[in-house]
């Protein structure tokens, strides 16, 4: 294990020079403190987790200190938002303060999100807030815990540095670790501001760093391609087996790596709702839960755009073609899991189809519909469920049905079966709600609240004695929470 101080650094992405990123210090926040780390991040750095404790650790991710061998750099990019093309973003609030890597040889991108202004902060004041920053944290080790393809969150260091937002709030940051923070909008950028050099630059530390496997194929960029829109059509899969809507989906927000990337008003469902729109700046649904699917293929077809110096448009369009089937099949798979099967009928998409408009149209609970299914035999788990629904006679429909598919899926125990849902499906989950309860706590001085939150959240598998409260449907209150863009 590590101290803090024996990080072992190499910046790749900052030796690209100053065509990619722009060396920026990180402003520091008044009066650091931690309010929550992720031993399980801390661990892919190789760092003993009693280093978080230390005041030297919340000095280093508020800004105050830096390792001699860090190169803190604003990344330029570009990308479409909400479908229309802004030619100029970047990191206007956080910075690659660089790469490190672990005794596996692993290496992770340290970004310190909330570190100040930088060229790119347009009309922002370069900071983050509290409230934004544990959302960011919890989620990103959330869905992490769930098997979902994530940003990993090291931890947030609170402040007392006021930040304006619809009223004062305090500053703080969140240490984001990926094994890279190139988005779709990079490559966007340099092909729309027409620099094929640079665009050539880009797309080769990418292959090299990230998808080496792909020189060895006949067409290596074409390969690298057709592996992004497998790993998104996978992660979007995930999302919807899972109920996890991501808010802004513009390309910026999305990883060239198909990891789950920035997190704003995002949110898991509670209710099933196929219709769920979580930011509610987004009028027109674009990014509803059930668009994302489609919206995934639209981001991908963007990257496409940006990639035809290198790729021809026909070969383009056909890794494109690749991205609903897999889509599909990933989804089918997940889902038939989640119901405890084990073989695939052609039927089962038809079961999984009515049993979500069933769920939609009487308002049950997404996550513990599923883990309840699994608590018992099927004929006693439908016959408990079945009050959870309004329409009886479509659900005793589908229970039938189910029950039926159940006893020809296999030759398996009760017990086999219940062992096998609850590693699929999660008792515990990221509401919206809890993450409320425990943002409002942490505003008050409180952070007790967050971490348990986030303990729990990372084993979302496991019944934990004495954290029933965590695993039920949302106060009234806690319904429809409506989360401001603005972070
Ligand atoms: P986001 O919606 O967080 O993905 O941000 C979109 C763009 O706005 C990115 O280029 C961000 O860096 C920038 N941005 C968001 N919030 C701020 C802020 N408070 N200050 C400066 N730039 C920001
Ligand atoms: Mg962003």
Known sequence: MKALDELTFDNRFARLGDAFSTHVLPEPLDEP???VASNAAMALLDLDP????????AELFSGHTLWAEAEPRAMVYSGHQFGGYTPQLGDGRGLLLGEVYNAAGEHWDLHLKGAGMTPYSRMGDGRAVLRSSIREFLASEALHALGIPSSRALCVIGSSTPVWR???ERGAMVLRLAPSHVRFGHFEYFYYTKKPEQQAELAEHVL????????????PYLAMFREIVERNAEMIAKWQAYGFCHG????DNMSILGITFDFGPFAF???FDAHFICNHSDHEGRYSFSNQVPIGQWNLSALAQALTPFISVDALKEA????????QAHYLDLMRRRLGLTTAEDEDQKLVEQLLKLMQNSGVDYTLFFRRLGDEPAALAVAKLRDDFVDLAGFDAWAGLYKARIERDGDYSEEQRRVRMHAVNPLYILRNYLAQNAIAAAESG?????????EVLSKPFEEQAGMEQYAQRPPDWGKHLEISCSS
């Open 166 to 168: 619809e009223k004062q």
């Open 269 to 271: 469902l509670d209710d």
């Open 446 to 454: 409180d952070y007790s609240e967050v971490r348990r939150l986030h």
């Open 33 to 35: 403190r931690l309010v």
């Open 50 to 57: 009693a280093v978080a404790e230390t005041p030297v650790f």
């Open 208 to 219: 090299n760093l990230h998808y080496p496997e792909c020189r060895e194929q006949p067409e």
């Open 320 to 327: 494109l073609g690749l991205y609903l089937p897999l889509y």
């Open 248 to 251: 802004v989906m513009n390309t």
